[in-house]
């Protein structure tokens, strides 16, 4: 991004008041998963004193997303059940879909098609991740946290820079180019940057954090190429099932490098759209549940 661009886009977010930071309860939850003495109890204290919070994540416990064979009734048996890492997944990826509401309506950005389409990332990452672990040390959970997380630039560009996002996104549809690149062009910045200044103080690990600000240009992430091709890949594939905001929009370039780092044949793309469209139920479910639906 240029001098200029970054300029003004950090003058335009310092002018943001109420700029989401990210809320306490992930916060705790993070500290006492990444505490080696952290006990199943400990865990379910912290995320049982959100009551609403609570509630999602036993309907999300009981539904055909985990397809668990006995009903879970309390949080400390979904942690015993689902494990600290699933339970720090559900946290964090629940808390961001109530940060960014679904109250405003737009005819150029669809908000549930948006988190549909981010779920859809997360599924393949995880899906992925899960077939090629050895090969990376993928850990799934947190594969499937970046393809969720990987365009919230998009949402908070949609509720705080309304105006310049849909000069993008008019842009985009006009001259038939993909979003990225139409704010580039439109904006001298894009949701990417947005996305990295939002997070700077959020203290994410380095493989939720990169894929948000590089998914698009994923030559540049030492240390975790991996993980950022994986998101650059699913986001490309969810287009090539339109599953997107609007089918109307072009999809963006596909690295060819990073999909070569992956080590995916042809036969392994197509066996990722076949499961993919066998998991569009799940997608819904997981929305519905973090919408409160």
Not at 27 to 47: F, H, W, Y
Not at 200 to 229: N, Q, S
Request: glycine letters at 4%; a negative charge; aromatic letters at 8%.
């Amino acid at each position: 991004m240029a001098i200029k661009a970054a300029d003004t886009l950090q003058k335009k977010i310092e002018r943001i008041s109420n700029l989401p930071t990210l809320p306490e309860i992930v916060v705790r939850v993070m500290r006492i998963i990444n505490n080696k003495e952290s006990s199943s109890r400990d865990l379910a204290g912290a995320v049982e004193q959100d009551v609403a919070l609570s509630a999602k994540i036993l309907r999300l416990a009981n539904s055909a997303f985990y397809g668990i064979p006995r009903s879970v009734t309390s949080i400390n048996s979904a942690i015993v059940v689902l494990g600290f890492k699933v339970i720090s997944t559900i946290v964090l990826s629940l808390t961001v879909f109530d940060m960014f509401p679904r109250d405003r309506k737009s005819a150029l950005f669809n908000r549930t098609a948006f988190w549909r389409h981010c779920t859809s990332c997360a599924l393949i990452n995880r899906y992925l991740a899960q077939r090629m672990s050895v090969l990376f040390s993928f850990d799934a959970e947190e594969a499937f946290c970046a393809g969720l997380l990987h365009d919230i630039g998009k949402v908070v560009m949609e509720q705080y820079l309304h105006d310049d996002f849909h000069r993008a996104l008019h842009h985009a549809k006009t001259v038939k180019i993909p979003l990225y690149q139409a704010e580039k062009e439109a904006l001298g910045y894009a949701h990417t940057d947005v996305a990295q200044w939002l997070t700077k103080h959020w203290e994410l690990p380095a493989p939720l954090h990169l894929p948000m600000v590089y998914h698009h240009d994923p030559r540049h992430t030492e240390g975790c190429e991996a993980i950022v091709a994986l998101c650059h890949f699913a986001d490309h594939l969810c287009y090539d099932l339109k599953l997107t905001i609007d089918e109307t929009y072009a999809a963006p370039s596909l690295d060819d490098a990073a999909v070569s780092r992956l080590g995916l044949s042809q036969d392994d793309v197509e066996h990722v759209k076949l499961q993919l469209v066998n998991e569009l139920d799940k997608v819904a479910i997981f929305c519905d549940i973090a919408e409160g639906l």
